[in-house]
């Protein structure tokens, strides 16, 4: 069936330094690629989004890279900040929208 | 503009009761979207409702429905509550310009409602 993975359950990076969530997917038919970040006590919040015709596209902070090849996509945030640790999601959608596990990242002082 | 609301936040059920919790979208957004996250499963599709109709649904049992009224607003409802039902239950409404699913439809999520069952 479908999913949407994320490679690591946990990420700790030190204050500054850029970090890197990965996630993989299994739909092809997926077309339509989200990330999402949740904080403690508050739902998914809209990061950046990307669709399949395209394989890069950055935000403020953020890139997400897509490799349809692979089926993979990843979320790239510059210089890290405390403000950024939160459980993110990637999600894919070809229909509906499956979600990936999550992966919590922390960041360091 | 208001973000996505939904009511109540928590909740405490017993095992064999029935709830209905309700979803109020941003303004002008037509599709609600259900979602239930648990730290075991993550994030899981419910349902999907546009103009009042369920047009996505996932592999739930007949136990978990939903309905979406004229102004948009949704409520789903679960029946004979299990243990396992215990979840943080996300209401996303999207502006969806089509009346069929649509790819691009950013999804914006509520608070969510936590619901316990004992």
């Given amino acids: 069936g479908e999913s949407v993975g994320l490679h690591l359950p ?54 997400v890279l897509l490799n349809k090849t692979v089926k993979h996509l990843s979320l790239q945030i510059a210089a890290t900040q405390p403000g950024d640790s939160a459980v993110y999601f990637c999600a894919g959608k070809g229909g509906k929208l499956i979600f990936g596990q999550g992966t919590e990242l922390s960041v360091k002082p | 503009k208001a973000g996505v609301t939904q009511t109540p936040r928590y909740l405490i059920k017993t095992r064999g009761q029935q709830v209905t919790l309700s979803c109020s979208p941003i303004s002008g957004h037509r599709s609600v979207s259900w979602y239930q996250q648990t730290p075991g499963q993550g994030l899981q599709f419910l349902f999907e409702y546009f103009s009042e109709t369920q047009r996505n649904k996932g592999n739930f049992p007949g136990r978990f429905s939903g309905r979406q009224f004229s102004n948009s607003r949704s409520e789903m409802n679960v029946s004979t509550l299990e243990l396992g039902d215990s979840a943080l239950y996300l209401c996303a409404s999207s502006w969806s310009e089509r009346g069929s699913s649509s790819s691009t439809d950013t999804q914006y999520f509520g608070p969510g409602t936590r619901l316990t069952v004992l």
């Fill in chain 1, 10 to 63: 946990t990420l700790s990076v030190q204050e500054g330094d850029n970090s890197i969530i990965n996630c993989a997917y299994s739909n092809s038919a997926s077309d339509y690629f989200i990330w999402y970040k949740q904080e403690s006590g508050k739902g998914p919040q809209f990061i950046i989004d990307i669709r399949s015709n395209m394989d890069k596209r950055q935000g403020q902070r953020v890139t």
